[in-house]
Structure formats: structure tokens, C-alpha cells
């Protein structure tokens, strides 16, 4: 057994791209040689910004013998069918195996060289390779049968043990020569085997091992921020990022001058994170500091000082156009942004910017009158009316991952109320808290909702490029989270006044909140099936109380109360299915001595049906749930003693009767027909 090293070289891989790529390239090479019938020990991938590697351990050097057995036809069958038989398996009549009056073909098939078979798979894994992105290049570009890679592919190195596996694409053959750092050990460099491939690279300034940068790149810039007195903000993401764009990662700390902090934290954050790659720092208040790291590929020989002045160069310029931008877009208020929108467009059909900020304004505050009447409706009008104005912005234009938090700061800049500002503030994240943001976030994305779906535009598969499913999730999670009781039914349709009377079927949006609503609500345990039983029962788009009532009948459902009266309500169903439901006239109440057991089930719907009914009025769900459950016995009770279907016509339309009056009491609480037993 010996260890397999593939590594293929190039320009700088995109960091988005590496992790998946590794991934991909450990995949297929174990999917081919699966097909040969082998399986390492296991495989170790490796990605630099100039490199894709593994090594595949425990490789055998050829795969072994195989025989395969196929059977034919009888010994007894006719000439053309053995002749058809003898084509397809290259063997002469001696060569076949008689067994019971049947002929086999037994092919015995040599064991194969990995080394052959590496030499055919690579190349198959290369020109197949998954990239999100991928380019030609050079003369051969011209041609669309060219090699296809992320960028332009530079070595090969193929080795099983020691030897090479020879390798040939597009004129790059494959040899036991790399390269180190580009800057440290330009030239090239032999490796020996896969034993030595990570250390001799080391030594070239190469650290080919991802998790190995992203932690040296944490750990010293923990450092270095703790010996200034500062801390780093946590992002994993860019430490992935920087490890994706070194092999020799350097972090490196610098400064930058305070009087940008007048500028607000989310723009000068962005800049750094966004823009340079560089980390956050607070300092032991929490506040942010004046101070950045940055990650060089090199150990320089000033010790960094020369790439720390290099990086606070152009961050300055950055910043300085920041403080710019912030300093220009507030010698005017938020509102004089707003004639701007006109000449900005929503969508194609539905009006601009500025018509869209009027129907949120309109109907935030129909909201707020509405369901919370002791707040103050002007507010959240004009929270609406703001909520689109610094699109307008010159921050934004430059920043528009700013949209709603600069709202928030030029608002609170002019003065307008702690509810506009914390509206705007909140404008776009996925659960809003307060009663005045939930106004203008509800009235924002329902709006959106109602005008997309009047036009035809729905999701469609996994296709969604609107991300109305988000929004549905974003208005569900706002509800909750401030409990606010609301008609879905009626904001929608107050929306479609703001559109001009929109035709959208309002069920049909409705429908739309109930499947996300199952999506979103089975993650958190609750059966798709209740939530389907308490929608059935039509005009519940309360999503508070629909919800506290689908809690209540999971409880009941998993109750041994539960179980036997959804048995018995099912039995009950199923009888009136099959009769083709209640005649015409007939009642539940008996003209004749009806039998002590059905007595008791008359008796026992007439206590617990007010009762249930009174407790789903006053939202005790529970003990909606309670009054049901006291109904298990008589029924039972009843399909144990009492024919239904008896053969006097009277007492078997009013056993029917009395069925329905089950089912209707039942359905005070939910539709039980959706319930799966």
C-alpha cells in the first residue's frame, strides 16, 4: 500500500471558491477509483490560493483480479441466440461453462495498474472539475473543446510513492516538481512523496493546510490586538477570507486617525471588513478603536511597517470618502431625499421608490390605528414615509449594504422621534421588535407581497429571485416575536387599496403564509399536519392565535384522550363519508327511547360543546382541548353499544345526525379530518 499526491497549480483561486473546491476534488477522485473497486484509507485535502491538493493514503499499486460471471442462454437454445450470446461476451463455445442445462460466460479480469488508472482518472476529474466560474486561455482558448479551469492552470504534480503518474492535459504534463511562495522561493522545488510534500512546502513558505493559516491568522491577531489593549471583533468569515488569500499569513497591526470615528460605526466597519479585508478592533469598552489588522502573505524584512503605512494609506482614502459622503449627506434633512425616489424605480409596473414609501407610510399607519391604538399612527406614517429616503443617499449610493441603518442615523441626526429612528433602523431585519418598526417592517414587506403576486410573480420551485419566501418568514417571525394580534386577511386587503384595488386573490397569499408557516414552525417541532387542521377551518389568519390553538391540540393530539377521540371522530367521519352525509331534516334529537349509550354521548355533546366553544371565544385553548377530551368515553361508549346504521330509518338518520353533531363540535376547535392518525 502507498499514498497518492495530486497537486494542481495556478493563479490565485478565488477564497470564495477553495473551500468547496477541496472538497470536490477529494470527492471525485474517491468516485473514481470506487469505479476500479478501490478505497483509500482515507484522503487529505490541501488548498492555497495557488494550489489544490490531496493525498489519497493507503492506495494499492494495482487493483486486484476480478472474475465475472455472465449467464446466457440454455445449452438446448437455438443457434442465433448462441451466436448473439458469443458476440456480446468475445468467447468461443469451448470457453462457456455449462451448469444445469445453462451456459455462462465466466470473463476473468486481471488486476490493473493504479498507477494506469490515476493516469486516466485525473485527467477525466480535471476537464469535469465543478467551478462555479471557470475560464480559457492562451492559444488554445480559441478552441471550446480547451481546457476549462478556475484560472490558468500552471503544473501538475502526480506521484503514487515515488514515482510519477504520468499525466498529460492540454500540453501540461505532470511531474515532482511545484513552486514555494511566490515571493520567498519563486523557484521551483522537488518533492519526494506525499510524505514529504507539506513540510518541504513549509519550508518554502507554503502552509498548504487551510485550518493550520485560519488559526495562525486568529491566534496572533488576538495577540497583537491584546498586547495594544484592544480586542478583536469576532469574524470567522473573514478569517476564512484572508486564509483564503495567503499561503504565509502575516497579521499585521495598525492605526488610523480617530477623527474618522465621527463618521458611524457601521460605515467605517464596513470599509474595513468589506472593502480591505482588514479586522475590527474595540477597545475594553466596547467601543470602536482607531486600529486595524491587516493579514500580509510575506514576512517582511521592516517587520511589516512599510505594508502597515501601505494599508493605512489607502484605508485613509477610504475613510476619507466615507467622512465625505456622511458630512455631505447630512446638510440636508432625511425628508428632502424624497423627491429623489420619484426617479427611482420599484419594479417594472408597480410604480417608483417614492409611490411605494406613500402605500407604506398609508398603510403602516392603518396598522397602527388599527391594532395598536395606543400608539401614535403618525409615527409610524412617518417612519413609512422615511424608510426608502436614504437609498438616495450618497452613503448608500456607495454603500448599499447601509440602506435603513444610515435612515436610522440621518434621522435621529434631524430630530425625527426614537420610534422613526428605531424603525428605520430595523427596517430589514428578519424580526423586527416594537410596535412601531413592526408597523413599518409588516407594511413594507406586505405591500411587496400583494404587488408581486397581482402581477403573476410567484416563486416557483427552488426559484425565488425576490425572495418572497423570506418575506412571508420576516412577517411570521415579527409577529411572534412582539405577539401582535393582527388579521393577515385584512392587512392584505387594505394593501390592495394602496395598489389601486389590486385583483390579487387574498386566499391565494394566504395560502402562501400557510406553507411557509409550516416550514418555518417545523423547525421548531410543531407537526405540519395541525397547523393544516386549524387553517382548514377558514378565517384563522390570526398567527398568534392560530398558533397558541396548534400548540394546544399537539398537546392534546399526543394524549391518550387525543388519540382515541381523533379514532372515534375519524370512525364518525368515514360513516357519514359512506352514507353520503346527514338527510335532509333529520336531527340529532330522538323522537324514539334512545339507548342508554347513545343517552350518554346526546348528553355529553350538549355539556361539552358550549363549553368548548365559550373556551375557544376566550382563547383558553387548553381547555377548549378539556371539553373535547370529555367526549372520548361516550363515544367509544357508543360505536361499542349502538348500531348506526340500524334498519329503522328514523333512529338511523338521527344516529347520523348525532355523528355530525360530533363532527361539528369537534370542529369548533379544528378540522380533524387533517390530522394524520
Not at 470615528?261 to 471588513?273: A, K, N
Not at 486600529?291 to 482614502?317: M, Q
Not at 411557509?516 to 393544516?532: F, N, P
Request: hydrophobic letters at 45%; a negative charge; aromatic letters at 6%.
Amino acid at each position: 500500500m502507498t499514498d497518492f499526491l495530486l497537486e494542481l497549480l495556478s493563479e490565485e483561486i478565488p477564497a470564495r471558491m477553495q473551500e468547496k473546491a477541496s472538497a470536490d476534488l477529494a470527492r471525485m477522485l474517491a468516485d473514481e477509483l470506487a469505479k476500479a473497486g478501490i478505497v483509500a484509507e482515507k484522503i487529505t485535502s490541501y488548498v492555497t490560493p495557488r494550489r489544490l491538493a490531496l493525498i489519497a493514503h493507503g492506495l494499492p499499486v494495482q487493483t486486484a483480479a476480478s472474475s465475472e460471471e455472465i449467464k446466457g442462454p440454455k445449452a438446448s437454445a437455438p443457434p442465433q441466440a448462441l451466436e448473439g450470446f458469443l458476440r456480446k461476451t468475445g468467447l468461443t463455445r469451448e470457453q462457456l461453462v455449462e451448469r444445469d442445462g445453462v451456459l455462462f460466460a465466466v470473463i476473468e479480469k486481471p488486476g490493473r495498474s493504479t498507477v494506469e488508472l490515476l493516469s486516466q482518472a485525473i485527467p477525466a476529474i480535471v476537464r469535469g472539475f465543478p467551478w462555479p466560474k471557470s475560464m480559457r486561455w492562451g492559444t488554445a482558448s480559441s478552441s471550446t473543446s480547451s481546457l476549462r479551469w478556475v484560472r490558468p492552470l500552471q503544473g501538475i504534480v502526480a506521484l503514487l510513492g515515488e514515482a510519477i503518474v504520468p499525466i498529460e492535459i492540454d500540453g501540461i504534463v505532470s511531474g515532482a516538481a511545484t513552486v514555494g511562495h511566490r515571493f520567498h522561493h519563486p523557484g521551483q522545488i522537488t518533492i519526494g512523496s506525499a510524505a514529504d510534500y507539506v513540510e518541504k512546502l513549509r519550508a518554502c513558505h507554503v502552509i498548504v493546510d487551510p485550518a493550520e493559516r485560519r488559526e495562525i491568522i486568529r491566534t496572533r491577531a488576538a495577540e497583537l490586538a491584546a498586547a495594544a489593549g484592544l480586542v478583536v471583533v469576532e469574524d470567522e468569515g473573514l478569517v476564512a477570507e484572508n486564509a483564503g488569500l495567503t499561503e504565509w499569513p502575516v497579521p499585521l497591526l495598525g492605526h488610523f486617525d480617530p477623527a474618522f470615528l465621527e463618521v458611524p460605526r457601521e460605515v467605517i466597519q464596513l470599509t474595513l471588513r468589506t472593502n480591505q479585508k482588514y479586522f475590527v478592533l474595540n477597545d475594553a469598552e466596547g467601543q470602536l478603536a482607531p486600529a486595524f489588522i491587516c493579514t500580509a502573505n510575506i514576512s517582511a524584512k521592516d517587520g511589516g511597517e512599510g505594508i502597515v503605512a501601505g494599508n493605512g494609506k489607502v484605508l485613509a482614502a477610504r475613510l476619507s470618502d466615507a467622512k465625505f459622503f456622511w458630512e455631505q449627506d447630512l446638510k440636508v434633512p432625511l425628508e428632502a431625499y424624497l423627491p429623489k425616489l420619484e426617479a427611482m424605480l420599484f419594479y417594472e409596473g408597480m410604480g417608483t421608490l417614492r409611490e411605494k414609501a406613500d402605500r407604506i407610510s398609508s398603510l403602516a399607519g392603518w396598522i397602527a390605528t388599527t391594532y395598536f391604538p395606543e400608539r401614535d399612527p403618525e409615527t409610524a406614517r412617518r417612519a413609512g414615509l422615511l424608510a426608502k429616503a436614504d437609498l438616495a443617499t450618497a452613503m448608500v449610493g456607495e454603500f448599499p449594504e447601509l440602506q435603513g441603518i444610515m435612515g436610522a442615523y440621518y434621522a435621529e441626526r434631524g430630530g425625527e422621534k426614537p420610534g422613526t429612528v428605531s424603525a428605520l433602523r430595523q427596517q430589514y431585519v428578519a424580526a423586527v421588535e416594537g410596535c412601531i418598526p413592526a408597523c413599518v417592517a409588516l407594511a413594507d414587506r406586505i405591500d411587496t407581497l400583494v404587488a408581486f403576486f397581482a402581477r403573476g410573480i410567484k416563486p416557483t420551485g427552488s426559484k425565488d429571485p425576490f425572495a418572497l419566501r423570506r418575506a412571508v418568514l420576516q412577517i411570521i417571525q415579527t409577529i411572534l416575536a412582539n405577539g401582535t394580534r393582527a388579521s393577515l386577511g385584512a392587512i392584505i386587503e387594505q394593501a390592495k387599496v394602496g395598489l389601486g384595488g389590486s385583483a390579487l386573490d387574498t386566499a391565494e397569499l394566504l395560502d402562501f403564509f400557510a406553507d411557509r408557516l409550516k416550514v418555518q414552525q417545523r423547525e421548531a417541532g410543531v407537526r405540519h399536519d395541525l397547523i393544516d387542521a386549524v387553517f382548514a377551518l377558514g378565517g384563522e389568519d390570526d398567527l398568534v392565535r392560530l398558533l397558541a390553538r396548534v400548540e394546544a391540540l399537539q398537546a392534546f393530539v399526543a394524549t391518550e384522550d387525543g388519540v382515541n377521540l381523533l379514532a372515534g371522530y375519524k370512525r364518525a367521519a368515514n360513516i357519514l363519508k359512506k352514507e353520503g352525509g346527514v338527510p335532509a331534516g333529520a336531527t340529532a334529537t330522538p323522537d324514539y327511547a334512545p339507548e342508554p349509550a347513545e343517552q350518554a354521548l346526546i348528553d355529553a355533546l350538549e355539556a361539552a360543546e358550549p363549553r368548548a366553544a365559550a373556551a375557544v371565544e376566550a382563547e383558553d385553548f387548553g381547555a377548549a382541548m378539556s371539553a373535547l377530551a370529555s367526549l372520548r368515553g361516550p363515544i367509544d361508549a357508543f360505536f361499542e353499544a349502538v348500531i348506526v346504521n340500524d334498519p329503522i330509518e328514523a333512529k338511523r338518520n338521527t344516529r347520523l345526525a348525532l355523528l355530525e353533531k360530533i363532527r361539528v363540535a369537534v370542529h369548533n376547535v379544528a378540522d380533524f379530518s387533517k390530522i394524520e392518525a
